[in-house]
């Protein structure tokens, strides 16, 4: 018996860069979650029967959202509903469940990288049949359905028990628990050459991995340790937790800080990683030696045919506009496209399913390829590992080789929280309104050859997006861009990305702070960061 609840609308279920991010107790109030998840309905109206896939990232509030999620889905007409087991699903998995089962879409429950817990944050993602994040077109209907949202849908029902594998009935609608690791598990045997990777693993490759005790746990407990061989405690921090153990679940050098510590010591393993609260981020380090995200993206496509899946070479790269343009030095050498999308996962989406890309990645440590429609942080481990195995040399001979054929992108990107919204909507505006001024000045070393607000038009759908990135771009190919997150939950964050090309047989050893310092004081002298915000320094620097 259908149930119509009547609410009213909330006005902030805008969703971001990825889905509708906010803390718990936003989401926890009545009606809320309720309401986003009945104006997805709205705005996609499923056809009737259809599969619609639920999983999250194990934190808290998870089990709350889904089992209210499952009626909601039983109420509008959802034919059967796959939930991962124990309410738990990657990101990837969850893209790849999507598409392996033929299902109309999947809600993904998850704050990625933001710390969990009953004051923490909580997220709900809505992702199309394509595996791949909802596009503007759908997100924007989905906000302007929770405008004007009066009701929402729901079934009388007991709780599923979401421990146990297989089927139960839902008010007529069948919930399945499934597996939540041995479909992507598989998938990646297809990709990668399982038995090369075990070869060097029984030779003496090394490795840690830091879970984060966030959802990748047990993907990579699975993959690592069970069918490649890596030693048990090769995973740690490997059991999801409710809070993430009270830590940031974000793969990078401050939050990761004991795995770091570890690769410069002289107990390093030969190679290490981290993957985030929901498994689409990924850090990889090498024994004394960080691989930015942007580095890590254009290794991987320089090496991609190692690799059993991607032996018949790319057909594209695409990286996102912060993301350095090392991965397009690639693309050029390999005589293949380079794109350039906006910020989010999202804008890979149509680009993957053309055909045009291959792989893609993003400076926020997101790196994957067509296997799904999200970025994939286990991927790109297992990537590096069977480049490792095939290779047989050092990350550290293989990044250096790197640079010296195609150049070395210096990069950084310096990130500065939980700025007051309005101080920061003002620096962006004023940035903005000097870029007619900036063309021919000079901070420094550098001149300003360039200054715009990117914008994208897709090349496979045409769509349009405005306002992606302030840029400031300097004669010879250095540039720093300014903008502003879509995924913060506190305030606003504004991300500096600072990036000094240096071209083979320039300077290939240095320090990135010095090699980036003329920039970061072009930086405060064109948008007077420190002045307007009183920050003398950045929060994070990843
Ligand atoms: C999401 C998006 C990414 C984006 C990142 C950072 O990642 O999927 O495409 O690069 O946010 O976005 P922003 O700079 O707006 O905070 P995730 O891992 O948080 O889902």
Redesign the pocket.
């Known amino acids: 018996m259908i149930q119509t609840i009547p609410s009213s609308p909330f006005t902030d279920q805008k969703p ?4 509708l991010r906010k803390k718990v107790r936003v989401f926890a109030q009545p009606n809320y979650a309720e309401n986003f998840i009945q104006s997805v309905f709205d705005a996609v109206q499923p056809e009737a029967g259809s599969t619609l896939v639920i999983g999250g990232d194990g934190r808290y509030h998870n089990r709350t959202v889904i089992q209210a999620a499952i009626r909601i889905a039983a109420a509008n007409g959802y034919g059967r509903v796959l939930v991962g087991q124990g309410g738990i699903l990657s ?1 990837p998995a969850a893209s790849h469940v999507i598409r392996k089962y033929g299902a109309s879409g999947g809600l993904i429950l ?5 710390p969990g817990g009953p004051d923490e944050d909580f997220g709900i ?1 809505y992702n199309i049949a394509n595996g791949g ?1 909802a596009p503007e077109a759908i997100t924007d209907a989905i906000f302007a359905r929770t405008k004007v949202i009066d009701r929402w849908l729901t079934v009388e029902a007991a709780d599923v028990d979401l421990d146990t594998l297989g089927s139960q009935q839902v008010a007529g609608t069948t919930v399945e628990v499934i597996d939540s690791v041995a479909d992507w598990a598989d998938l990646m045997e297809t990709l990668f050459d399982f038995p090369a990777i075990r070869a060097a693993v029984a030779g003496g490759l090394s490795m840690a991995f830091d879970a984060m005790h966030a959802v990748t746990g047990p993907y990579a407990v699975e993959v690592l340790e069970r069918r490649l061989g890596f030693r048990p405690g090769t995973v740690q921090n490997g059991v999801p937790l409710e809070d993430f153990g009270g830590h940031h679940p974000d793969p990078n050098r401050v939050h990761a800080k004991v795995l770091f510590d570890l690769m410069f010591s002289p107990d390093a393993p030969a190679f290490g990683a981290a993957s ?1 609260g ?1 498994g ?2 990924n850090l990889i380090v090498g024994k004394g030696i960080f691989i930015t995200p942007s580095d890590s993206l254009a290794m991987l496509a320089a090496n991609a045919h190692l690799a059993p899946g991607y032996a018949k070479g790319l057909a594209g790269i695409a990286r ?1 506009m ?1 993301t350095s343009a090392a991965a397009d030095r690639v693309a050029e050498a390999l005589g293949i496209p380079a794109f350039e999308t906006p ?5 890979f989406g149509t680009l993957l399913d053309a055909g045009k890309a291959t792989i893609c990645g ?5 790196t994957g390829s067509d296997h799904v429609r ?2 994939d942080g286990l991927w790109a481990v297992l990537l590096w590992l069977n480049i490792l195995a095939a290779r047989g040399e050092s990350m550290e001979a293989i990044a250096r080789q790197h640079w010296a054929k195609f150049g070395r992108n210096y990069y950084a990107r310096h990130d500065y929280e939980a700025l007051p919204k309005d101080d920061a909507e003002a620096l962006m505006a004023a940035l903005e309104a000097s870029f007619p001024t900036l063309p021919g000045k000079a901070f420094g070393p550098l001149t300003v050859e360039k200054a715009d607000s990117f914008a994208y038009t897709d090349p496979v759908d045409g769509s349009f997006s405005a306002n992606q990135g302030l840029r400031v771009l300097f004669v010879g190919g250095s540039r720093i861009v300014l ?6 939950t506190e305030g606003a ?1 504004l ?1 500096l990305y600072l990036e000094r090309y240096e071209p083979a047989g320039g300077t290939l050893d240095a320090d990135t702070d010095a090699m980036l310092s003329d920039l970061i004081a072009a930086a405060e002298a064109i948008a007077g960061i420190a002045a307007r915000t009183g920050r003398s320094a950045p929060d994070v620097i990843t």
């Open positions: 971001g860069t990825s889905g990101t998850s704050a990625s990288h933001n993602k994040p985030d929901d689409d981020r996102s912060p910020t989010g996962w999202k804008f993003e400076e926020s440590a997101g999200e970025k903008r502003l997150s879509g995924t913060g964050t991300r």
